[in-house]
């Protein structure tokens, strides 16, 4: 059962964002790029949607994409972000609270966010009774996941 989709927006810290103009997708160009290594945790067959992939979308065709710093973990190229250290290409179900706080913004509002081949899905068993306690929690998640799309700024 599909929940949501995953939309992935640029992100930085509102320090960084003061103190660069960064008005349209080509002023990333020039701001430090924040990546993930994500080719060792999924199949070269299903690559996650990289920089250069979000640039094409918004129509940046052709540009010299300066070499983002790779981090192996998601955490760590956000905790680069939240310190004002570069740009992260991030997923809105991962980073929601992120951008409640005002940690993270999005230097483009609600422009720009590009729809992932990725979702998120509640995988159950398709045959046989569920238990009691699952049959629960599926009805709490379907809930949660509908009220988290209605409030989601890419809607």
Not at 3 to 8: A, G, Q, R
Not at 26 to 45: G, N, Y
Not at 123 to 142: C, D, K, Q
Request: aromatic share 12%.
């Amino acid at each position: 059962m599909r929940l949501f989709e995953d939309v992935l927006f640029p992100v930085c810290s509102p320090a960084l964002l003061f103190k660069n103009k960064i008005r349209v997708p080509e002023d990333l160009l020039a701001q430090p790029l924040l990546s993930v290594e994500w080719h060792r945790h999924t199949p070269a067959f299903s690559p996650v949607p990289s920089w250069s992939e979000w640039f094409n979308s918004v129509g940046v065709k052709n540009h010299h994409l300066p070499t983002p710093m790779q981090y192996s973990l998601y955490s760590l190229a956000l905790d680069q972000a939240i310190a004002g250290q570069g740009v992260v290409l991030a997923s809105y179900p991962l980073i929601a609270d992120r951008l409640a706080s005002g940690v993270l913004v999005r230097p483009f509002k609600e422009k720009y966010a590009l729809v992932s081949r990725f979702a998120y899905d509640l995988i159950l068993p398709a045959s046989g009774g569920a238990p009691e306690a699952v049959t629960h929690f599926s009805e709490w998640i379907t809930q949660e996941a509908e009220t988290f799309q209605h409030t989601s700024p890419h809607h």
